[in-house]
T-cell receptor, first 114, second 113 residues
Framework: AQSVTQLDSQVPVFEEAPVELRCNYS??????LFWYVQYPNQGLQLLLK??????LVKGINGFEAEFNKSQTSFHLRKPSVHISDTAEYFC????????????FGDGTTLTVKP | GAGVSQTPSNKVTEKGKYVELRCDPI?????LYWYRQSLGQGPEFLIY????????DSGLPNDRFFAVRPEGSVSTLKIQRTERGDSAVYLC???????????FGQGTRLTVV
């Protein structure tokens, strides 16, 4: 069984400031890791994914994340946020046997203030 | 279409009624997934299809929930005797296989009154 913990339910930040959204996971097997963004009344959009290879993953909209196997973490970062980054962010983990069957965290609400 | 299409986008039904939610996956995608997202929570896995067969239905909460994919493309999630606790956004996703992530639709918001 797997689990995902998003350590902050809400993160307020000022525009152009850096941000880090924290995610820890638990699994007894090798995993794939994902970050999704969800805007109000919309579906999930993939920001980035770690499948294998380099542990530093770059995604869309200037986001990046680093897979840390020893700390079982996959924190999401952006050096300078915009108002338009205000949204709900979800971390998810899947086993290698089925990448589409994911366990999601409860989400982090990122609010970017002017 | 280019993406996963779900209909209807919103559904309001009375407690005890039967509802069907439809998912049209990306053309050629053999894997199809249903998730349920309750207010303030992340999506929860319900069921996975590979082709026409339900390969993993371990997330279905009880026997009131059922899903089909008869021709290996469109899928229908069926909920019998709806309860107020079934109110949620039901998300469908599809993938070309199990080795890559799934692509999500916009969801169907189900409200049971």
């Amino acid at each position: 069984a797997q689990s995902v913990t998003q350590l902050d339910s809400q993160v307020p930040v000022f525009e152009e400031a850096p941000v880090e959204l924290r995610c820890n996971y638990s699994s007894s097997v090798s995993v794939y890791l994902f970050w999704y963004v969800q805007y109000p009344n919309q579906g999930l959009q993939l920001l980035l994914k770690y499948l294998s290879g380099s542990t530093l993953v770059k995604g869309i909209n200037g986001f990046e994340a680093e897979f840390n196997k020893s700390q079982t973490s996959f924190h999401l970062r952006k050096p300078s946020v915009h108002i338009s980054d205000t949204a709900e962010y979800f971390c998810a983990v899947s086993e290698h046997t089925n990448a589409g069957k994911s366990t999601f965290g409860d989400g982090t609400t990122l609010t970017v203030k002017p | 279409g280019a993406g996963v299409s779900q209909t209807p986008s919103n559904k309001v039904t009375e407690k005890g009624k039967y509802v069907e939610l439809r998912c049209d996956p990306i053309s050629g995608h053999t894997a199809l997934y249903w998730y349920r997202q309750s207010l303030g929570q992340g999506p929860e896995f319900l069921i996975y299809f590979q082709g026409t067969g339900a390969a993993d239905d371990s997330g279905l909460p009880n026997d009131r929930f059922f899903a089909v994919r008869p021709e290996g493309s469109v899928s229908t999630l069926k909920i019998q005797r709806t309860e107020r606790g079934d109110s949620a956004v039901y998300l469908c996703a599809s993938s070309p296989g199990t080795g890559t992530e799934a692509f999500f639709g916009q969801g169907t918001r189900l409200t049971v009154v």
